[in-house]
């Protein structure tokens, strides 16, 4: 599962930076929900080590708590100061007039600091129960899997205030691939013969959904949007929400053969990329508006033709994901032994 974490952060980076310099329909139905390959790895690791390597409850927490809530407190903090002292309004960040001893609590425990930040207070959720989900039976298991999954599809979100609905949406919207992740750690043997069969088809069905997602209509019926037509109407059933969780399932089966069949290899930028994917989350989207401006200046400059447009935008969009990578091995050199309660790597 390494060079997994590669192919998810590198989706995440994408999506995030894509929404901003001209490619938004290509991030929307192709990356948009790419936090779902993650909370994959985050279920397969979290029972493929309690199997290999059994530890009290006690032990994982504390486990979670140094390396996953104290840099992402660490991160918010660092944020929220930055922002207050400085007062500037930056893509995917929260604004100086969010910002009160008052409304500290609710910034942290909704992951409000950055917009991926939302990330952590969710997934820590479902590590709670992680100890408990080691427990359950593989068919207890399934049937979870199934319950989640088809939550994916229909969301419930009416009953709950506008505020909390992100946070509800989130859990049925992604809780299904943490319980795959699960069902996979446990199969693993079993179902990695049918991966390679069909990883194929299975790409080709990923890209023609994402094809279909670019038209706006289905879009709308999916996460995150707010504005859902009657729950039991056709389109709220096949719209945009089960499009998207079939998409990242049908990416999956590439995705996870392919780092099943390298995982024996050292390719050097993957490994960097997969060591340094939980910093390069914390830390990647407080520079996408520099890079946002960064292209602007290029195209005041160079003022592209149609056909060099797209090519700009992909190295930038390289450069972007080096800058960070960069950016996270220095932050470990200063962290010294430090760094993964403070940088997550």
Not at 22 to 28: H, I, N, P
Not at 102 to 131: D, E, H, K, M, T
Not at 177 to 203: E, H, Q, T, W
Not at 311 to 318: A, D, E, H, K, T
Request: hydrophobic content about 50%.
């Amino acid at each position: 599962m390494h060079y997994l974490r590669a192919f998810a952060i590198v989706c995440i980076l994408l999506e995030h930076l894509w929404w901003y310099i001209g490619l938004y329909e290509e991030a929307r139905a192709y990356l948009h929900g790419s936090s779902i390959y993650f909370l994959f790895i985050s279920g397969y690791l979290c029972q493929h080590l309690s199997s290999r390597r059994p530890s009290s409850a006690k032990t994982y927490y504390r486990r979670k708590i140094e390396n996953v809530i104290s840099p992402y407190l660490m991160w918010s903090l660092l944020t929220i100061l930055f922002v207050w002292i400085t007062g500037q309004t930056r893509i995917g960040v929260i604004s100086p007039d969010k910002i009160c001893w008052a409304n500290l609590p609710r910034i942290l425990l909704l992951g409000w600091a950055q917009g991926p930040y939302w990330y952590i207070p969710f997934v820590s959720g479902l590590f709670l129960i992680s100890p408990l989900l080691t427990r359950i039976g593989d068919a207890r298991m399934l049937h979870v899997f199934l319950i989640f999954f088809a939550l994916a599809i229909c969301i419930p979100i009416r009953p709950w205030s506008e505020e909390f609905v992100p946070y509800v949406l989130r859990y049925s919207y992604f809780g299904w691939s943490f319980f795959l992740g699960f069902l996979y750690a446990r199969f693993k043997r079993r179902i990695d013969p049918f991966l390679n069969l069909y990883v194929g088809p299975a790409l080709v069905l990923g890209i023609l959904l994402g094809l279909r997602l670019l038209q706006p209509d289905w879009f709308t019926f999916g996460y995150p949007s707010y504005d859902f037509p009657e729950p039991d109407s056709i389109a709220f059933i096949l719209g945009g929400s089960l499009a998207q969780s079939l998409q990242k399932l049908f990416f999956l089966v590439p995705a996870v053969s392919l780092a099943n069949h390298f995982s024996r290899k050292h390719i050097v930028v993957l490994d960097w990329l997969a060591t340094y994917s939980f910093s390069l989350y914390f830390t990647h989207h407080f520079f996408v508006q520099d890079f946002v401006r960064l292209q602007k200046w290029l195209f005041t400059v160079l003022e592209p033709g149609p056909l060099v447009i797209l090519p700009l935008q992909l190295g930038l969009s390289v450069l972007f994901i080096a800058f960070n990578l960069v950016l996270a091995m220095v932050l470990k050199k200063l962290f010294g032994r430090w760094s993964r309660r403070f940088i997550g790597a």
